[in-house]
């Protein structure tokens, strides 16, 4: 599809406040991801992370303040904005080809088919197509949420923590998968995570968020390059910064 | 017993009371007269309980002003709308299949009602950020995530429903397994009422493994 070709822009949240009754969530987010960088969001747990996410994909609206993609201030959920959420995103009563088939065919794609086998493909599920979720490993589950929404092609990807309910190898494989994918899909990124390893091995850039009401601390550049996996966890400059980052997560 | 199962099912030369059910073996067509009370008006509950319960689930002012209804009306014993059916539809079918429609419906509702009210939000909110019109939601998300809960309620409801199809026979009905069975009290044919029982029993296990089976494709899913 074109959608692409007209939607490269920049995300951004401007002001963004939001309370639950008295429980005050955000407190005056700013925050911006240029197109197709991976921005990293790293806050503690409970902060607001899952909230600001809900936010920037329109699914709720902010107190006061905006979020804007492009020069179009986001008023809703868009299949151009979609968000995979830790656990399953994915219909359970639908096999694999059918839920990847699902954004397709939503937005009349004249032949979601051939989309769903390319994704198949692009995500190690060849084999899957007839499964239902259920049947699917963490993993692979995860990736199926992943390669759903990326049907659509999506300018924009929002991640919340998605693959935190994964053992730690499985995480790192997940991780290498992600980066590859990306590279060759590239897309805006919001990867929302508490995991300090997560979000330098994945991050182009790393926002740091304060406890509730939250707040952002910090934004740093992650100086690392586009070849990242396992062996970078070893480098002394990841080992490094990663302590770094996660003291001043503690201190916050 | 088995003699007295084979006077009901085959008859033994037409024993009858003036104006009273013919015990002429027509078993059959007694059996038939309850089946088809029992689904005509199942089929209306459904049509009727399944749309009723989705709306009730679906908004939230709808559920709380139609919820204590329900549960209000649900419990009301099936007998009790006995006499209003009757003041409503006189003696004869429409009473008669109007307490069954009563006892199968509210389940039906109740149950639709509670499993769209328990659709994950997390799928919705995926279906939309998938492109999903909102007019689409209720057929693409609420119905096929809800359809174990639904189904559910369904066997209950056609169960409820079978149990109804006796005191629907109350209303001076004069065929049927029920009637038959009022019919068979009167003459003092105690084997003849007990073979009436077994046979609501049966056909009321039938009714549900029938249910089961047809639907089980569609819920499969839910089942781990
Ligand atoms: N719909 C809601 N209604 C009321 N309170 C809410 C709602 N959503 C979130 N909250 C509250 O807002 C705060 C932030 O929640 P949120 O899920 O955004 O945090 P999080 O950083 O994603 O947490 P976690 O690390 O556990 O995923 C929590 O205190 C939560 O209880
Ligand atoms: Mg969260």
Same mark, same amino acid.
């Given at each position: 599809m074109s959608l692409r070709a007209t939607s490269s822009g920049t995300l951004s949240v401007h002001g963004l406040h939001k309370s639950y009754g008295a429980v005050h969530v955000l407190d005056g987010i700013d925050l911006a991801a240029a197109a197709d960088e991976v921005l990293a969001v790293l806050g503690p747990s409970g902060c607001g992370k899952s909230t600001l996410l809900r936010l920037v994909a329109g699914l709720e609206a902010p107190d006061a303040g905006r979020v804007?993609?492009?020069?179009?201030?986001?008023?809703?959920?868009?299949?151009?904005?979609?968000?995979?959420?830790?656990?399953?995103?994915?219909?359970?009563?639908?096999?694999?080809?059918?839920?990847?088939?699902?954004?397709?065919?939503?937005t009349g794609h004249p032949d979601p088919s051939a989309v769903v086998v390319d994704l198949l493909e692009a995500t190690g599920l060849a084999g899957f197509a007839d499964t239902r979720p259920g049947q699917l490993s963490g993993g692979m589950r995860q990736r199926a949420a992943i390669a759903q929404v990326l049907a659509n092609r999506p300018p924009v990807l929002l991640l919340d923590e998605p693959f935190g309910a994964l053992d730690a190898q499985t995480r790192l494989r997940m991780h290498e998968w992600l980066r590859g994918l990306l590279g060759e899909r590239p897309a805006t990124v919001v990867l929302v995570t508490h995991d300090v390893e997560e979000a330098l091995l994945l991050g182009d850039r790393l926002a740091l968020l304060s406890p509730r009401p939250c707040r952002v601390l910090d934004v740093l550049d992650v100086p690392f390059g586009a070849e990242r996996g396992r062996a970078t966890l070893s480098d002394p400059a990841f080992v490094a910064l990663k302590a770094d980052v996660l003291e001043r997560v503690l201190s916050s | 017993m088995a003699e007295a199962g084979w006077d009901f099912f085959?008859?033994?030369?037409?024993?009858?009371?003036?104006?009273?059910? @013919?015990?002429?073996?027509?078993?059959?067509? &007694?059996?038939?007269?309850?089946?088809?009370?029992?689904?005509?008006?199942?089929?209306?509950?459904?049509?009727?309980?399944?749309?009723? #319960?989705?709306?009730? #689930?679906?908004?939230? @002012? %709808?559920?709380?002003?139609?919820?204590?209804?329900?549960?209000?009306?649900?419990? /009301?014993?099936?007998?009790?709308?006995?006499? /209003?059916?009757?003041?409503?539809?006189?003696? %004869?079918? %429409?009473?008669?299949?109007?307490?069954?429609?009563?006892?199968?419906?509210?389940?039906?509702?109740?149950?639709?009602?509670?499993?769209?009210?328990?659709?994950? @939000? &997390?799928?919705?909110?995926?279906?939309?950020?998938?492109?999903?019109?909102?007019?689409?939601?209720? @057929?693409?998300?609420?119905?096929?995530?809800?359809?174990?809960? /639904?189904?559910?309620?369904?066997?209950?409801?056609?169960?409820?429903? =079978?149990?109804?199809? /006796?005191?629907?026979?109350?209303?001076?009905?004069?065929?049927?397994?029920?009637?038959?069975?009022?019919?068979?009290?009167?003459?003092?044919?105690?084997? &003849?009422?007990?073979?009436?029982?077994?046979?609501?029993?049966?056909? #009321?296990?039938?009714?549900?493994?029938?249910?089961?089976?047809?639907?089980?494709?569609?819920?499969? =899913?839910?089942? #781990?």
């Open positions: 804007t993609f492009g020069d179009q201030v986001v008023a809703g959920p868009s299949p151009r904005r979609p968000m995979v959420v830790q656990g399953a995103t994915l219909f359970p009563w639908l096999s694999l080809h059918d839920n990847l088939a699902w954004g397709p065919k939503a | 085959f008859g033994q030369g037409g024993a009858s009371l003036p104006g009273v059910v @013919r015990f002429d073996g027509a078993a059959g067509r &007694h059996i038939a007269a309850s089946v088809s009370r029992w689904l005509s008006a199942f089929g209306l509950a459904v049509g009727i309980g399944v749309p009723l #319960g989705l709306a009730l #689930g679906l908004s939230r @002012r %709808g559920a709380d002003l139609l919820d204590p209804l329900v549960q209000g009306l649900r419990s /009301i014993p099936i007998t009790a709308w006995l006499p /209003i059916s009757l003041v409503w539809f006189g003696l %004869g079918e %429409g009473a008669a299949r109007y307490l069954v429609f009563i006892g199968a419906v509210f389940p039906i509702v109740i149950a639709t009602a509670d499993s769209a009210a328990r659709v994950p @939000r &997390h799928l919705v909110d995926a279906a939309l950020m998938l492109g999903t019109p909102v007019r689409a939601l209720a @057929r693409r998300v609420y119905v096929p995530a809800a359809l174990p809960g /639904i189904v559910t309620g369904l066997r209950l409801g056609l169960t409820l429903g =079978w149990m109804s199809v /006796i005191v629907g026979e109350l209303a001076g009905q004069q065929s049927g397994v029920g009637a038959m069975m009022f019919a068979a009290r009167a003459v003092g044919r105690l084997d &003849h009422i007990i073979v009436g029982m077994a046979t609501f029993a049966v056909i #009321g296990l039938i009714g549900d493994v029938a249910l089961r089976a047809a639907s089980r494709r569609f819920v499969a =899913w839910s089942d #781990g």
